[in-house]
């Protein structure tokens, strides 16, 4: 194995093991448990899911708040694709579960430039 590769499969070992450390095991097994055939309300289950992501997300944030900028930018893609292994069908990515995260943690923070928010109707129908 040449060096980069041996440092990237090191990386996914250590993303791994962060996080199924004990602080977030309960929650993954929360979350992978909360399927409609177990949790038959919507709203609990989303109650359930919402409370584990939170614990999951501030676990990975925190686990990454010593790392240098390079070691953030490749663990944390890696964290949320491993914890999106766990979640109930409909399977999101990594990617959108840390967005999820993000909404709910900043709920007053605007959508990214990237994805901005609409009502479905476009800007020349607007009245003026």
């Known amino acids: 194995m040449h060096g980069s590769q041996k440092a990237v499969s090191e990386i996914k070992v250590v993303a791994t093991a962060k996080v199924t450390d004990a602080p977030v095991r309960e929650s993954l097994k929360r979350i992978q448990a909360a399927t409609k055939e177990r949790i038959k309300s919507q709203k609990e289950r989303a109650n359930v899911m919402k409370s584990a992501l939170v614990k999951i997300g501030d676990f990975i944030e925190s686990q990454l708040r010593d790392s240098s900028p390079s070691q953030v930018t490749s663990l944390r893609p890696r964290f949320w694709s491993y914890v999106a292994t766990f979640w109930p069908h409909p399977f999101p990515d990594g990617e959108r579960l840390e967005g999820m995260y ?26 003026q």
């Open 102 to 127: 993000q909404r709910i943690k900043n709920p007053d923070k605007p959508p990214s430039e990237e994805q901005p928010a609409t009502n479905g109707a476009s800007s020349s129908a607007r009245p």
